[in-house]
């Protein structure tokens, strides 16, 4: 409860007009710190003075190093939460957090990119498809060994078609969806 309370008083803190909660039960507490931090209906009129973004700022490649524990957390939270959304669960615990479809959209996002520029990994190694399926198919055992049963395999199929695909899938609830009405009829 008190990283739910840090997490809400950050995101009030930070200027967020509203917040979402991974069970009802969290509610009273979310409610409680924005009406405290934010009596007013928003915070637009909140602005950063430290932050000047222009267009080319939003357009420009980060700089950094990806490390194989990110991308292996990126396939790993991918698997996961599609599992999870196959069963017919929103949401999913992973890695001591509550991840819902933004996270798993994210992580895909982010393996699509780093194929499609050719990333590198800390350690010199491109990122490109052949990787990711040795790295996905290690993380699925993984999953396969924490789990009992589940929808993994078909998680981590759809996950890498997101990944390989030669154009960016809009939503990855589009396919996952596919495949359950699929198999209802």
Request: glycine content about 8%; charged content about 30%.
């Amino acid at each position: 409860m008190e990283k739910v309370r840090a997490d809400k008083e950050r995101e009030a803190g930070d200027g967020h007009d509203g917040t979402w909660v991974a069970h009802p039960g969290l509610v009273a507490i979310a409610k409680e710190i924005f009406d405290r931090e934010m009596p007013q209906p928003n915070q637009i009129a909140r602005k950063r003075q430290d932050v000047h973004a222009t267009a080319s700022d939003l357009l420009a490649v980060p700089k950094g190093t990806i490390a194989e524990a990110g991308l292996r957390q990126n396939l790993n939270v991918g698997i996961g939460y599609i599992e999870a959304w196959l069963r017919g669960i929103g949401c999913a615990p992973l890695y001591h957090l509550m991840e819902d479809a933004a996270t798993a959209e994210i992580s895909r996002a982010q393996v699509w990119q780093w194929i499609r520029h050719g990333a590198k990994l800390d350690d010199g190694r491109t990122i490109d498809v052949a990787l990711c399926r040795k790295l996905l198919d290690e993380e699925l055992a993984r999953c396969r060994e924490d789990a009992r049963g589940g929808r993994y395999e078909d998680a981590a199929r759809l996950f890498s078609e997101l990944i390989e695909a030669p154009t960016f899938p809009e939503f990855l609830t589009m396919p996952a969806y596919d495949m359950i009405t699929a198999e209802s009829a």
